[in-house]
């Protein structure tokens, strides 16, 4: 069961909830949670460290929020710099809302940008070819539940909270002899289509004969829930750590590994670019960047392909297997070679007095070549 909070007492807790209400009213529950867990920070920093500020227009940069970021920084574990991260944002929105609904104007320079570190870079996370082989038979030998739903993840790539709210009818089939999988609205609120296999249908049908067996009542879900949302996703995660322990596998394994590897295997299968970011819901390149494990081996592979065959150079003309007619018609076809092979060398140069010149010359043999059609229809 989740620890429930006693509501923060602080003289400015009013204002912050209305700010966080008007910011919050297009968003998501969780951008709500993630804005109020940030308040409830700076405001029970207020409380324990500068009781005497009681309204806004007493709130200063230095000592307030200079010295909240201090004290952000000192927490003992520290504090995950992308947390760090989040709450600066917040608070900043936060104060920034204020500033404009209150007239405060200062409110909106207490938190700089410049205050705001730069996100870590991310490092994809794939599992290894040894432990990725590794898992897929222990969960194809124990074939439970837990097996199957992490299987999966594993063909699909979709992230756990996505496979925790599967319709039962989540199977679906657009066109005659075509499958895919509904996966419903997300972490970025979007919702896609994924194209499945004969291997991924009937890990859907086994997944729906244990919800079968499961005493709980039919809620339209393909995984049953005994709470919440959060506590399936939790013994899921038991379930994984349970395995891992079980094969002795060291490494600490998390679900959203499975999501990495899929990536990386659809990427080196020669799934497109534009194709990946559809498989895993994503509206920004640079989140499906993040996702893309490009190992030595892969640098190598596109180098020599590379090498052996450089798309920057311009394809040959082919030489005419039959002799050139004569006349003006045999003149024509000498300008139309001559016309080809001048616009694939001009093409193959960087832009420059060189490239200029044959422009120039391609033009001549154009009005040539209409001078010489001309004579022909004379």
Known sequence: ????????????????????????????????????????????????????????????????????????????????????????????????????????????????????????????????????????????????????????????????????????????????NVWALHVPLGKLQTERMLPVDAFVRDLVHRLRFFRFLDPQPLDGRLLARTSSKNALVHQLRDYLHQVCYSLGVTTSIVPHQFRHTYASEMLRSGVSFPVLMKLLGHVNPEMTMRYVDVSLTDLEREFQRARLQPRHLAPQPKTPSLPLHTGLEGVIEALLAAQHVLEMFRRSLPKGVRRSCLDRLANRLTKMLGKTRKLQND
């Open 1 to 176: 069961m989740s620890r429930r909070r006693h509501p923060l007492r602080h003289p400015l807790a009013p204002a912050f909830a209305r700010a966080v209400d008007s910011l919050c009213t297009a968003l998501s529950a969780a951008s709500r949670t993630n804005y109020n867990v940030a308040v409830r920070n700076f405001l029970g920093y207020l409380a324990t460290y500068h009781p005497e500020v009681r309204s806004l227009d007493q709130l200063q940069r230095d000592p307030h929020i200079l010295g909240w970021m201090t004290h952000q920084r000192a927490q003992k574990p520290p504090l995950a710099t992308a947390t760090y991260i989040g709450h600066l944002i917040a608070v900043r929105c936060v104060l920034n809302e204020l500033a404009w609904s209150n007239q405060c104007w200062e409110l909106a320079r207490l938190i700089r940008r410049e205050d705001i570190p730069r996100t870590p870079q991310r490092l994809p996370r794939p599992l290894t070819n040894e432990q990725d082989q590794l898992l897929q038979h222990e969960f194809r030998r124990r074939n439970d539940l837990g097996g199957n739903v992490f299987l999966l993840l594993r063909h699909t790539g979709m992230r756990i909270g996505e496979c925790a709210d599967l319709s039962y009818d989540c199977l679906r089939s657009p066109t005659p």
